[in-house]
């Protein structure tokens, strides 16, 4: 029995090898530092966020709710694939198991949808605040908060649970090298020795499916804030309400725009190099950008971090 043959029927008994973003880089250690220190930058950053947003008064609203909401997911979401792939490069083992594989595809892709759809629940929340400003504490009411996020956990673990066992239960059999640093579902999908195209265009129609319904609630909110934006009278108005929207736009596009990439470009685009940095984009990059983007462009939260730096020093005086 030749070795490709025993791969097919022992797929799920064997480790698969993940080439890893290191296998790319001239500098690995370098590399390796750098990604430790933004995945540190990424943890404190979201974690202080979600303190901050749980501890001051001032920031228990809707919006700091679905932010504290995104930071979570973020932690979670960079701490699915990065400390692997450092733990595999300082102790020079690349193997991941079958099982393994399975709960971080299903890991990544729940947190994923779940943020896709988080997304447009904040876009949702800020066209109530800006265009229906009266009924806000109504449509936006605590238990509607929760709905609305509960919902999004819900979609994005439907999204787990459809792909991950699919994929998974196809034979393997061209090699076990993942040209990637985390088990996607693209990149297992090129292992296959048997043909995937059918199942490949049902994972193509479910991620239009799962970024069109985002994607049109977030365009539908922000067409109609731009035009209440246009309307307003007051200038003070017009800039906070353009300042709070931009901020969500630049999380909205960073993000959507890698996964379209990702997802549903054809197969022609796609090099394993181009597809690794793309994913570190979105994985590593994005969980760091997004509480700077919150963070740093908001006064609210600046303030509760002076705050907290304040009796912090206080304290220790």
């Known amino acids: 029995?030749?070795?490709?043959?025993?791969?097919?029927?022992?797929?799920?008994?064997?480790?698969?090898?993940?080439?890893?973003?290191?296998?790319?880089?001239?500098?690995?250690?370098?590399?390796?530092?750098?990604?430790?220190?933004?995945?540190?930058?990424?943890?404190?950053?979201?974690?202080?966020?979600?303190?901050?947003?749980?501890?001051?008064?001032?920031?228990?609203?809707?919006?700091?709710?679905?932010?504290?909401?995104?930071?979570?997911?973020?932690?979670?979401?960079?701490?699915?694939?990065?400390?692997?792939?450092?733990?595999?490069?300082?102790?020079?083992?690349?193997?991941?198991?079958?099982?393994?594989?399975?709960?971080?595809?299903?890991?990544?892709?729940?947190?994923?949808?779940?943020?896709?759809?988080?997304?447009?629940?904040?876009?949702?929340?800020?066209?109530?605040a800006i265009c229906h400003p009266l009924r806000y504490s109504i449509l936006m009411s605590h238990r509607v908060c929760h709905i609305l996020v509960s919902g999004c956990w819900f979609l994005g673990s439907v999204d787990g649970f459809m792909l991950t066992p699919v994929t998974m239960t196809f034979p393997f059999c061209k090699t076990r090298e993942i040209h990637h640093f985390f088990c996607e579902v693209p990149a297992l999908m090129k292992l296959s020795c048997s043909d995937t195209s059918l199942y490949e265009t049902l994972m193509y129609l479910c991620c239009v499916l799962m970024l069109l319904i985002p994607v049109t609630v977030i365009s539908s909110s922000y067409s109609f804030i731009l035009l209440t934006i246009h309307r307003m009278n007051s200038a003070e108005g017009r800039k906070k309400a353009f300042t709070t929207c931009s901020s969500h736009m630049t999380v909205v596009i960073l993000f959507f725009g890698a996964a379209i990439y990702t997802y549903m470009l054809p197969s022609s685009y796609h090099t394993p190099e181009k597809d690794m940095i793309v994913s570190a984009f979105y994985t590593i990059l994005t969980p760091v950008l997004n509480p700077l983007i919150y963070s740093l462009r908001n006064k609210d939260v600046t303030g509760a971090l002076k705050k907290m730096l304040n009796m912090g020093s206080v304290t220790i005086l």
Request: charged share 10%; proline share 2%.
């Open 1 to 128: 029995m030749d070795n490709s043959t025993w791969v097919a029927n022992h797929t799920g008994q064997l480790d698969f090898i993940l080439m890893g973003l290191f296998s790319q880089s001239k500098h690995p250690a370098l590399l390796c530092v750098v990604i430790f220190v933004i995945f540190l930058m990424a943890l404190s950053g979201n974690s202080i966020l979600i303190l901050l947003i749980h501890s001051n008064a001032h920031l228990q609203t809707p919006m700091y709710f679905f932010i504290s909401q995104l930071s979570l997911m973020d932690v979670m979401y960079i701490s699915v694939t990065v400390p692997k792939m450092l733990m595999d490069q300082v102790m020079g083992v690349n193997e991941i198991s079958a099982s393994e594989c399975g709960m971080q595809m299903f890991l990544y892709l729940t947190l994923v949808g779940s943020e896709f759809f988080l997304l447009a629940a904040m876009a949702y929340d800020r066209y109530v």
